[in-house]
C-alpha cells in the first residue's frame, strides 16, 4: 500500500463517517418533524371538528393516545394556543386554524427538504463506499504482484 493510497483511504474513511453521523441527525430530524406534522394535523382535524359543532353541544374529542374525552364546547368561538416555552395566546376558531395550517405547511417544505437531503447525501455515502471498495481492490491486486 502506497502512502497516497494510505492518505486516501484515511480520508474517504473520515468522509464515510461523517456522511454516516449525518445521514443519522437528518433521520432523526425527519422522524421529529414527522410527529410534530402529525400533532398539528390531529389539532387541525380538532379545530375543523369543533366549528361544526354548536356552544353547549356535548362530543367526544380525541386527546391522543386512542384516549378519548367527553367535553361540552362552552364557547366555541375562541381557542387557546400554545407558541412554546410556556406562553399561550387565545385566538378566534378561525385565526386558530390559520396557524395551524400555516405550520402544517412550513412542516410539510421542513420536511420535503429533509427527505431531500437525506437522498443527497445517501447517494454521497454510496459514492464514498464504492470509492472505498474500489480502493481496496486496487490495493489488494499491488499485494497480489
Do not use: C, H, P, W
Amino acid at each position: 500500500m502506497t502512502e497516497e493510497q494510505q492518505n486516501l483511504l484515511q480520508k474517504l474513511y473520515v468522509e464515510q463517517q461523517l456522511a454516516e453521523s449525518n445521514l443519522n441527525t437528518i433521520r432523526q430530524q425527519i422522524e421529529l418533524t414527522q410527529v410534530l406534522l402529525n400533532q398539528y394535523q390531529n389539532g387541525f382535524a380538532v379545530l375543523k371538528e369543533i366549528e361544526t359543532r354548536k356552544e353547549g353541544e356535548e362530543t367526544l374529542f380525541n386527546v391522543g393516545g386512542g384516549i378519548f374525552v367527553q367535553a361540552k364546547l362552552i364557547d366555541t368561538s375562541k381557542v387557546t394556543r400554545a407558541l412554546g416555552s410556556g406562553v399561550r395566546i387565545e385566538q378566534s376558531l378561525e385565526q386558530a386554524i390559520e396557524g395551524v395550517e400555516q405550520a402544517i405547511e412550513s412542516l410539510g417544505k421542513q420536511y420535503e427538504s429533509l427527505i431531500s437531503e437525506l437522498g443527497k447525501l445517501a447517494n454521497r455515502a454510496e459514492a464514498i463506499d464504492a470509492q472505498m471498495r474500489q480502493l481496496a481492490t486496487q490495493m489488494q491486486a499491488q499485494g497480489a504482484q
